[in-house]
């Protein structure tokens, strides 16, 4: 890994003003409390030059991205945990938990939180948290498209206005948030755009408000979007972050297909006996091949239809069957992860259909 030097603003990162150990939480100062939690992406990584911006390596601790902050000692304390530092393709259930049991154990003590990710499944982990924490603070999800040490990096300027987002009662009762690109965005919503570019987090329905100049603006009042579920894990949160393996396999198995021409139903048959459910990235609006629809209805489990680019699957456009569902608006990721709660609640065909009709019009 080649080693980047850390500018510290903060001589002392230890003992620096607004970045304290939890421990050390003043509880009465009347600056809003914020614990970052550090789970990598690029936001946390370093490449071999400052050209560098592929081929980077996640290379920073969520205390030394902290150490290269403007001083925020005005405007709120800083306390972090780092749940783990990966590029966000090795997130997983686990590691989703852990941030879950992480925030799940704080609510009470901390007035925001930021949760630094990387940018490829930010927007699952956004989603996941918004449909299972009972939260009216700010949850702030942020990462980069340019790694820490490149020229004209997002990094640190997204970490910051993060900090401030996350610091304002504004930002209260909105949900998920995700900040990068001085947009705010809603997590629940947000999905990548693209790869490479910093403008990625681009939405259909909207930013909820942009950061300019540290001064933030909202366009709407507050609120959540409409018709979230709220789907309680029946987990320990106070020990799922010490014991081993103690957070895998909880929610069940969903995988997505990809279809595409000459999609048929060897792969359909093949996965299908090992996971709870399916969700099928369809082509267009909603379309497969009438040979696997046929055989999709047979099968005793939910089978959601998504599309793979932009736009909804209208319910007319898909078999009339129990298990066949629209996921409406949904990405196939976001369907998956709702469909995996949705089995995890013991819902019944009828009701995750529902459940996808009213969270995006499924
Ligand atoms: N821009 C990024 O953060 C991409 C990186 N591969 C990640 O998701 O961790």
């Given at each position: 890994m080649v080693a980047m030097e850390v500018h510290t603003i903060c001589d002392d990162v230890e003992n620096c003003q607004f970045i304290v150990k939890p421990e050390d939480v003043n509880l009465s100062s009347t600056l809003p409390k914020i614990k970052v939690i550090g789970c990598g992406g690029t936001i946390a990584s370093v490449g071999a030059n400052s050209s560098t911006t592929a081929g980077y390596k996640i290379g920073l601790t969520i205390q030394e991205l902290l150490a290269q902050l403007p001083d925020l000692s005005e405007v709120c304390q800083i306390d972090y945990e780092q749940v783990c530092n990966l590029?966000?393709?090795?997130?997983?259930?686990?590691?989703?938990?852990?941030?879950?049991?992480?925030?799940?154990?704080?609510?009470?003590?901390?007035?925001?939180?930021?949760?630094?990710?990387?940018?490829?499944?930010?927007?699952?982990?956004?989603?996941?948290?918004?449909?299972?924490?009972?939260?009216?603070?700010?949850?702030?999800l942020t990462g980069s498209m340019k790694p820490a040490s490149a020229l004209s990096s997002d990094s640190m300027m997204n970490l910051y206005s993060s900090f401030i987002v996350a610091s304002s009662p504004a930002s209260k009762n909105r949900g998920t948030l995700i900040v990068m690109n001085d947009q705010i965005t809603s997590g629940f919503y947000a999905n990548k755009t693209n790869a490479n570019s910093i403008d990625s987090f681009n939405v259909r329905q909207g930013y909820l408000g942009n950061f300019v100049n540290n001064e933030l603006h909202y366009y709407y009042p507050n609120n959540k979007p409409i018709g979230i579920p709220n789907f309680r894990l029946n987990v320990d949160i106070t020990s799922l972050d010490k014991k081993d393996n103690v957070y895998e396999n909880i929610l069940p198995n969903v995988v997505i297909l990809y279809a595409h021409q000459g999609f048929n139903c060897d792969l359909v048959k093949l996965v299908e006996p090992h996971y709870s459910g399916i969700v099928i990235a369809t082509m267009g609006a909603g379309s497969l091949p009438d040979s696997v629809n046929d055989y999709l209805k047979t099968l005793n489990k939910p089978i959601i239809y998504s599309k793979h680019m932009d736009g909804m699957v209208p319910k007319v456009n898909i078999p009339v069957s129990d298990n066949c569902i629209s996921a409406g608006y949904l990405t196939p990721e976001k369907a998956r992860i709702l469909l995996q709660l949705g089995i995890y609640s013991k819902k019944s065909h009828s009701e995750i259909r529902k459940t996808f009709h009213g969270v995006y019009g499924g």
């Open positions: 590029d966000s393709k090795e997130m997983n259930e686990e590691y989703l938990m852990k941030v879950y049991a992480c925030i799940s154990r704080n609510l009470q003590k901390y007035d925001g939180f930021v949760i630094t990710h990387g940018t490829d499944t930010i927007t699952e982990s956004s989603f996941f948290l918004e449909l299972t924490l009972d939260f009216s603070c700010p949850i702030v």
